[in-house]
């Protein structure tokens, strides 16, 4: 699987932004798709993930409430519609595919994905 993240850019605190990423590959509506997010000097963290069928649906504690995943399989896509942006938010945002989704328990560790995009920064300005 390729994965192909866009939509990144500088926006005013309070603002919105919504990033896609898009996928190579047959097999990409059996894959859980999550984003992540590394701000420089940090490490990479969990935003969200949704399961292939869009029935499992999870968030970080600092994005609920103000991003919203979801995923269009017949376009090998997935998005992650970002509102009420803070200046925290600022990071590259990477897409990622899992084989092992939900086992239980949330996908939110890297290690659970196999697969990366290439990521898109986002710039939010107070």
């Known amino acids: 699987v390729q994965l192909q993240a866009c939509g990144g850019g500088l926006v005013q605190a309070g603002g919105s932004l919504r990033l896609s990423c898009a996928a190579s590959?047959?097999?990409?509506?059996?894959?859980?798709m999550g984003w992540f997010r590394q701000a420089p000097g940090k490490e990479r963290e969990f935003v969200a993930a949704?399961?292939?069928?869009?029935?499992?649906?999870d968030y970080s504690d600092s994005v609920k409430g103000r991003f919203a995943i979801s995923r269009d399989n017949g376009k090998n896509s997935v998005y992650l519609q970002m509102n009420s942006l803070k200046p925290e938010d600022t990071a590259v945002y990477y897409c990622?595919?899992?084989?092992?989704?939900?086992?239980?328990?949330?996908?939110?560790?890297?290690?659970?994905?196999?697969?990366w995009g290439q990521g898109t920064l986002v710039t939010v300005s107070s």
């Open positions: 990622a595919s899992s084989e092992i989704g939900w086992r239980g328990y949330s996908p939110i560790s890297p290690d659970e994905y196999d697969y």
């Open positions: 590959g047959r097999t990409f509506s059996s894959y859980t």
């Open positions: 949704i399961s292939w069928g869009g029935s499992e649906i």
